[in-house]
Each structure stands twice: as C-alpha cells, then as structure tokens.
C-alpha cells in the first residue's frame, strides 16, 4: 500500500472553522450576558437563582450548538477533497475534522474570554490582586476579629457590623459554625438589642438558618451550571462533527 505523502489533514479548513466558530461564540456569549443582565432585577419579582442558572445553562447550550454547528460545517465544505478514500474513511476524517475544530475553537475562545477579563481589570485592580496574594492563606477577616474579639461586646462598637458579617461569611462557607461563634453572637445581638438571651438565641438561629440556605442554593447553582457547562460542551463535541460530516458530504457532491 503506497502512502501519500500529504496530511490528512486540512489545516486551513479547521482554521476557518475554529475562528469562526470562536467568533460566534463570543458574540452568543455577550448576547447572554446582555440578555441575563437585563433579566435580573433587584425588585420582587425577578428570577430566582434556581431559574436563572437553567436559563445560563440553556443558553450555554444554544451556544455551543450554533457556534460548533456552524464551525464544523464551513471545516467540512473547505476541506481537501478525498476522492481516492472509501465513504467509511472519507466520514471518519470529517468527524475528526470536526472534532479539531471543536476543540481548537474551545481554547481560542477560552484564551480569548481570560485576556479579556485580564484586560478589563484596571492597574489598581491588578496591584490590588497582587497584593492579596501576596498575603498569608491564614491572613483574612475572621482572624483579624478573632484576635481582637472582646470577652463581653460593647454596647457602642462602630466596627461590629463588619465583624458579625465575617462571622457568618466564614461560618458559612465551612458549611458549619463553631459553639464559641455562635454565643459570641447571641451576646452581642443581647448586648446591642436589649433582647433577653433566648430571645437573641432564637434570632441568631433565624439567621444562621438563612445564611445556611443562601449558601447551599449559591452551591447548588454552581455545581448545576457546571454540570451545564460540561453537558453544553459534549453537545458541541458532537455537533461539531455531525456538522463536519454534512459539509463534507456537500463538499464532495
């Protein structure tokens, strides 16, 4: 069997097809982020989190669906026309065409959407950045406050908004909160509020509970629009080398 010394390959065909496919989706992705912005509002009313993630995740999909649709599809119309291969070769290069396609247009507009947010942030934001990872891991808020906590809280203390919102923020990211946490706050909702100590117990239950839900749901929609994410991926995968395949057809027609 002679080899033919060309590639297999058509390079300048999964280059058109990858940097359009790279161009449609940047342009579907900032459609969404337009459509999503406009779609939240701060009234009653609005979407929940739940919704919201779906609609991204539907739109992920969308997008995926068209841009590799459309990539696959010009990569198999220009490539090199395989007039010595049987049908089951000639498909098996379009789907790999398609697949190349696919995945160079991912990184591409991977790459893009990383310089772009890299290049929004302004030098302060970047020294900033900087400066917080030079920082210790162990360095954050809740230490700070832990090491300057007082043994009965005061009654008039400016700062102690900010140290209860740490308190919770950290509680709740751990996804439990220490006994100690927990009865510095019911004394200090007493100390502030004049409530009695069940009272103020029964307060700091009512918003460690809501602060508990509020994190479980902002990790619940983040794992589900990960798993769209991931899912909107595949479906791109597949399109891409469908696509591919019927241009090819096309192309040899």
Same mark, same amino acid.
């Given at each position: 069997?002679? =080899?033919?010394?060309?590639?297999?390959?058509?390079?300048?065909?999964?280059?058109?097809?990858?940097?359009?496919?790279?161009?449609?989706?940047?342009?579907l992705v900032g459609l969404g982020a337009g459509l999503g912005f406009s779609a939240v509002s701060p009234w009653s009313g609005g979407p929940s989190a739940t919704g919201f993630t779906i609609a991204a995740g539907i739109w992920l999909i969308v997008t995926q669906w068209l841009s590799a649709g459309l990539g696959g599809y010009v990569t198999g119309r220009l490539r090199t026309a395989w007039t010595t291969l049987d049908d089951d070769e000639v498909m098996f290069r379009d789907t790999a065409h398609g697949l190349i396609t696919w995945a160079l247009?991912?990184?591409v507009g991977a790459a893009l959407l990383v310089a772009a947010g890299s290049s929004a942030l302004g030098g $302060?934001?970047?020294l900033a950045a900087g400066a917080a990872k030079a920082l210790p891991e162990a360095a954050r808020p809740y230490d700070a406050d832990l090491l300057l906590r007082r043994t009965s809280?005061?009654?008039?203390?400016?700062d102690q908004?900010? =140290?209860l919102l740490h308190i919770l923020a950290k509680d709740a990211a751990a996804g439990e909160m220490p006994e100690e946490d927990r009865t510095y706050l019911i004394q200090t909702v007493a100390a502030r509020t004049g409530l009695t100590d069940s009272e103020a117990q029964k307060r700091v239950d009512q918003v460690v509970t809501g602060v508990k839900q509020a994190a479980?749901?902002?990790?619940k929609s983040a794992?589900?629009?990960s798993?769209?994410?991931?899912?909107?991926?595949?479906? $791109?995968?597949?399109?891409?080398?469908a696509a591919a395949t019927l241009g090819g057809r096309q192309r040899d027609r």
């Open positions: 069997m002679t =080899e033919s010394p060309m590639s297999s390959v058509s390079w300048p065909a999964i280059f058109a097809g990858a940097l359009i496919a790279a161009a449609v989706t940047l342009i247009a991912t990184v $302060g934001a970047r809280p005061a009654v008039n203390a400016d908004h900010d =140290e479980d749901k902002a990790r794992a589900a629009f798993l769209f994410a991931a899912f909107s991926m595949l479906i $791109g995968a597949f399109i891409a080398a």
